[in-house]
């Protein structure tokens, strides 16, 4: 059976930035990232982020984010993979989709599988939705 959630998330925490390359104007970086979510999942999440910034802008970030919490009344975790980017710097062009990483859930959220995206409104609100399954 296929399970749909969403609600939204709040930044919690978003550590400076730490440059570690930058050539021909493309600088990467690595950020902690803390959230809380609300909604389908209530929970808590920690994220390690590569990004990439062009002059044009914010242009990609690839992570992977443990989530620790309670999903449709099944408490558990999973392991989230990032991947994201702009076309042009812009919110108008980008993408920003979630693949729950198989054999990563645990307690009641072990067999977890599936696929997210973020969205990100106008005046700043994250939303999120999932689409997944359970062995």
């Given at each position: 059976?296929?399970?749909?959630?969403?609600?939204?998330?709040?930044?919690?925490?978003?550590?400076?930035?730490?440059?570690?390359?930058?050539?021909?104007?493309?600088?990467?970086?690595?950020?902690?990232?803390?959230?809380?979510?609300?909604?389908?999942?209530?929970?808590?999440?920690?994220?390690?982020?590569?990004?990439?910034?062009?002059?044009?802008?914010p242009a990609a970030y690839v992570g992977v984010e443990r989530v620790e919490g309670i999903m449709h009344?099944?408490?558990?975790?999973?392991?989230?993979?990032?991947?994201?980017?702009?076309?042009?710097?812009?919110?108008?062009?980008?993408?920003?989709?979630?693949?729950?990483?198989?054999?990563?859930?645990?307690?009641?959220?072990?067999?977890?599988?599936?696929?997210?995206?973020?969205?990100?409104?106008?005046?700043?609100?994250?939303?999120?939705?999932?689409?997944?399954?359970?062995?």
């Open positions: 059976m296929t399970f749909q959630a969403s609600g939204t998330f709040d930044i919690e925490a978003w550590d400076a930035e730490k440059p570690y390359a930058e050539h021909d104007g493309a600088k990467m970086t690595r950020v902690h990232v803390g959230k809380q979510f609300h909604g389908d999942l209530v929970g808590a999440s920690s994220t390690e982020l590569i990004t990439v910034e062009t002059p044009a802008g009344g099944r408490e558990g975790t999973f392991v989230l993979q990032h991947s994201a980017g702009s076309e042009d710097g812009t919110p108008d062009t980008q993408w920003l989709r979630w693949l729950i990483v198989p054999t990563s859930g645990t307690g009641e959220l072990a067999g977890i599988r599936g696929t997210g995206q973020i969205t990100i409104a106008e005046d700043g609100t994250h939303t999120w939705s999932l689409e997944y399954t359970l062995d």
